[in-house]
C-alpha cells in the first residue's frame, strides 16, 4: 500500500513538471515518394557526412533507393547495416565509433525500431561520450543536443520517430531497458508507404499490433495524458482497427500502408508523453532474454494484461468498443469485453499465437523484477502490480499458449 502510494505520488509531480516540459515533435513529411525529400533536409542542417543506420535486409533492399539520392545529392555517407532486432550495447557503441571516426555530422536511420533506436542510442553516446549507455536508462539522462536525425520508419509499429525512447538490450545480463529523453525525438521523420510495400504479412501483422498496444497502454494510463494524446490514441486505435488487416492481407494497398503508418505516429505520439504500461514492461523481458520480437510479443500480452486489468480499464475500453464501431448497445463490461475480444479475434485471424510456451521457469523471478522496475514508479498503469499479480500474468502467457 505505502510503495503504490508513493508511485501514485511520484506520477503526480512528475506530471506537474511534464506539463512544463517542452514537448518536441519532429517535422512529418508523409506520402508515396517522400524518401526524395531526405537529401534537401540535410543539406538544410548542413550534414555534410551522414550516419546512415538500418538492418541487414533493409540494407540489401530498401536503404539503396535512399543512398542513391544521397549520392545525386553529392551528400557523403557512412553506412552501418547490422542492426538487428532488440539492438545491443555492443551494437550502439559500434555506431558511435563509425561515427567519430569517420567525422560524421549527422544520423539518418531506416528500418524498423531496432535501427532508429541503435542510432539514437548511438547519438545520444556521441553527445555524452563519457556516459555508457546503461548509465543512460531510465529518463532525462542525456540532456544535450544530439546531432541532426532523420527517421525513416520501414515498418509501421514502433512510433520511434517521434519518441523519446531507445529501447537497448545488454547483451550480457540480457535486460532490455529504455533510455528516455526529450533530447531523442527525431528532428525529422519521413513516412513514405513505398518503403512498407514488400513488408512481409507477418511482420505487417506484429509491429502493427505494436502500435495498437501503444495506443490502449497510454489511453488506459492514468495522470499523463492529454486531450492531444487522447485523441491521437482513439484515432490511432480506430485506424488500426480499419486498415491493420488490409495491409497484412494486401501489402499493396497503398491507403492501408499510408493509414497505418500515420496511425502508428500518432501512438508513438501518444505514449511518448502518456507512456506505455505493464505489456511493455514483461513484453521487453521476453525480447531481452529469448529475443521475441517486440510486436510479437505485445501482441500476445496485451489482450491478457486488459483482461486482467478487469474493471480498471472497462469504462476506456468501452468508449474504444464504441469508437471502432464494433459495439455501441449494452453495458460498460460488455463493450469492454467485446473490445478484448476483438483484439484476440485479430491475433487469431494473422496467425498470431495465443501464448508463449518458451518462457523457462527459471527466467520468471527475474522477469517480474525487470518489469516492475521498467513500471514503477513512472509509468502511471490503471493497475499497479505487485510480484505476485506480475508473475500471475506471466504465469497465464505461458498457460495460454
Ligand atoms: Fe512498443
Redo the contacts with the bound molecule.
Keep these: 500500500m505505502l510503495e503504490k502510494a508513493y508511485y501514485r505520488t511520484f506520477q503526480a509531480v512528475f506530471n506537474i513538471g511534464s506539463r512544463c516540459m517542452n514537448w518536441p515533435t519532429p517535422a512529418l513529411y508523409t506520402g508515396p515518394g517522400s524518401i526524395e525529400k531526405i537529401p534537401e533536409l540535410l543539406d538544410k542542417e548542413k550534414v555534410r557526412n551522414v550516419m546512415v543506420v538500418t538492418g541487414p535486409s533493409v540494407g540489401k533492399k530498401l536503404a539503396p533507393r535512399i543512398l542513391s539520392l544521397l549520392d545525386h545529392a553529392g551528400i557523403r555517407y557512412v553506412l552501418f547495416a547490422e542492426v538487428e532486432s532488440n539492438p545491443t550495447v555492443i551494437i550502439v557503441n559500434k555506431i558511435q565509433k563509425l561515427y567519430l571516426e569517420n567525422g560524421c555530422d549527422g544520423f539518418l536511420a531506416i528500418g524498423g525500431?531496432s535501427p532508429i533506436d541503435a542510432a539514437k542510442g548511438a547519438a545520444a553516446r556521441v553527445v555524452r561520450p563519457k556516459a555508457e549507455v546503461g548509465k543512460m536508462a531510465g529518463l532525462l539522462k542525456v540532456m544535450k543536443k544530439i546531432p541532426p536525425f532523420i527517421a525513416v520508419p520501414t515498418t509501421a509499429?514502433?512510433g520511434s520517430e517521434t519518441t523519446i525512447a531507445a529501447v537497448i538490450t545488454d547483451s550480457e545480463t540480457h535486460h532490455k531497458y529504455a533510455i528516455m529523453d526529450l533530447k531523442l525525438v527525431p528532428k525529422y521523420a519521413i513516412l513514405d508507404p513505398e518503403l512498407t510495400r514488400e513488408l512481409p504479412p507477418k511482420i505487417t501483422a506484429t509491429t502493427g499490433m505494436?502500435a495498437l498496444?501503444?495506443a490502449v497502454e497510454a489511453y488506459t494510463n492514468l495522470t499523463y495524458n492529454t486531450d492531444e494524446t487522447i485523441r491521437m490514441s482513439e484515432e490511432a486505435v480506430c485506424e488500426i482497427f480499419r486498415y491493420l488487416e488490409r495491409a497484412y492481407s494486401d501489402g499493396n494497398d497503398m491507403e492501408a500502408r499510408t493509414q497505418m503508418l500515420i496511425a502508428s505516429y500518432k501512438a508513438g505520439f501518444a505514449f511518448t508523453r502518456a507512456c506505455?504500461g505493464n505489456v511493455?514492461a514483461i513484453?521487453h523481458t521476453l525480447g531481452g532474454l529469448y529475443n521475441t520480437p517486440?510486436?510479437l510479443a505485445?501482441a500476445v500480452i496485451l489482450p491478457i494484461v486488459l483482461e486482467d486489468y478487469g474493471e480498471a480499464v472497462y469504462v476506456k475500453l468501452a468508449h474504444l468498443a464504441e469508437l471502432t464501431g464494433l459495439k455501441d448497445e449494452g453495458s460498460v463490461e460488455e463493450k469492454a469485453k467485446a473490445f478484448i475480444a476483438e483484439i484476440r479475434n485479430m491475433n487469431r485471424r494473422m496467425g498470431i499465437p495465443t501464448g508463449f510456451d518458451f518462457i523457462k521457469e527459471e527466467d520468471i523471478p527475474q522477469m517480474i523484477s525487470w518489469a516492475l522496475a521498467e513500471t514503477n514508479p513512472f509509468y502511471p498503469v490503471p493497475v499497479i502490480y505487485d510480484r505476485r499479480r506480475c508473475e500471475a500474468v506471466i504465469r497465464r502467457i505461458i498457460s495460454e499458449a
Design positions: 525500431g509499429g514502433t505494436d498496444t501503444h506505455v511493455h513484453a517486440h510486436g505485445n
